[in-house]
């Protein structure tokens, strides 16, 4: 639900970015984008594959500015505003480490994707996975260091209330013209594949967990959950993100840097527990490599926890996660408790994963 609201309210940012007079209707431009990319999902993978050329496109207006920008800037230099007196530099890396950290949060979604590829064997997924993980680096480590050089070249600091500070690099690397109207275009477009992916994930989880004899079978949520069109989309868990997703963007005026720390927390609380997981199974198997590596970056996700959770406001994610981990785990045990949830993620997208349509194929029960 964060990432749906943060990627819709950075989108209109980028938007308001390139048309300052657009900054009064923030909050109705943000409504209306969480309806459009909430209407998309009804179309399935037809929508996935409309953020997916979103996406190159995107990273090749990126690529021109960046080029535009070292080669012939439109600003030789720009005036970093100064916003007090210079602090220890550590104490600003530590603070600016939780943010930087949310860059590990794209190795995720492509490794969860990939598991899932059943029509590939073992050795083909592995092959598949490292290549896709180091093309994720490469590209976002590129844009990173790229785009944080020309901001030092052209002296470009702190972003006024209505803009962004990546739209102030592409305007001083590329003026007013067509490449930083394309450039604020493809940002846009780009955040709302972001938050696309998430209303396919969260109301797909929605469905799994629903009582509908097409979920996963686990069998917590009302039936009505798991109900879908001729495109698997379940319809009313859609709703149900959109009416959160809206409140939220409401409750945050619109503005994306209210709800950066909630964000963060939230997906790191998910991020440490996965890697304590992994951590105990590597410790399990003996496989000390391994088990190094995932207590080093649970180690790492914890003390982003703790420099977020130092700032006060963000303690509401924990309290919001705990609620709803809680809500569940009574909802489940009011089920009398069944088995399966741990294979859930592999049925969010798989409409031959049902206990039904196993029967069907073995021609015994699931």
Do not use: C
């Amino acid at each position: 639900m964060l990432t749906i609201t943060i990627s819709v309210a950075a989108g209109v940012s980028a938007l308001i970015a390139y048309l300052p007079s657009l900054a009064p209707a923030r909050i109705v431009l943000g409504l209306g984008l969480l309806v459009l990319v909430a209407g998309l999902t009804w179309f399935g993978h037809g929508g996935r594959l409309t953020f997916a050329v979103m996406t190159l496109l995107f990273l090749a207006a990126a690529a021109a500015v960046l080029v535009h920008g070292f080669i012939h800037p439109a600003v030789a230099s720009g005036r970093a505003p100064v916003t007090g007196p210079e602090g220890d530099p550590l104490f600003a890396v530590v603070f600016s480490f939780p943010v930087a950290m949310a860059l590990a949060t794209g190795t995720e979604a492509p490794s969860t994707a990939i598991a899932q590829l059943g029509q590939l064997g073992p050795a083909d997924r592995r092959r598949f996975a490292r290549g896709t993980l180091a093309a994720t680096f490469v590209i976002v480590a590129g844009l990173t260091i790229g785009l944080a050089g020309l901001a030092v070249r052209l002296h470009v600091g702190i972003p006024g209330p209505d803009s962004t500070q990546i739209a102030d690099v592409a305007h001083a690397a590329a003026g007013s013209g067509s490449l930083y109207a394309l450039f604020q275009a493809a940002s846009a477009l780009l955040l709302l594949a972001a938050a696309s992916s998430s209303f396919q994930a969260g109301p797909g989880l929605l469905k799994a967990l629903s009582r509908h004899p097409h979920s996963a079978g686990v069998g917590i949520l009302p039936r009505a959950l798991g109900d879908t069109n001729r495109h698997h989309t379940p319809y009313w868990s859609v709703l149900v993100y959109l009416a959160v997703s809206a409140a939220v963007l409401i409750a945050a005026s619109g503005h994306e840097q209210e709800l950066v720390l909630f964000y963060a927390v939230a997906v790191f609380v998910s991020f440490l527990a996965g890697l304590a997981a992994m951590a105990r199974f590597s410790l399990r198997d003996r496989r000390r490599g391994l088990a190094a590596v995932n207590i080093a970056g649970a180690a790492a996700v914890a003390f982003t926890l703790l420099v977020n959770l130092a700032r006060g406001y963000p303690l509401l994610s924990i309290a919001a996660t705990a609620t709803i981990a809680a809500a569940l785990y009574v909802l489940w045990a009011r089920a009398g408790r069944p088995a399966g949830v741990e294979e859930v993620e592999r049925h969010l997208d798989d409409p031959d994963q049902t206990p039904d349509a196993r029967a069907d194929r073995t021609g015994g029960p699931a």
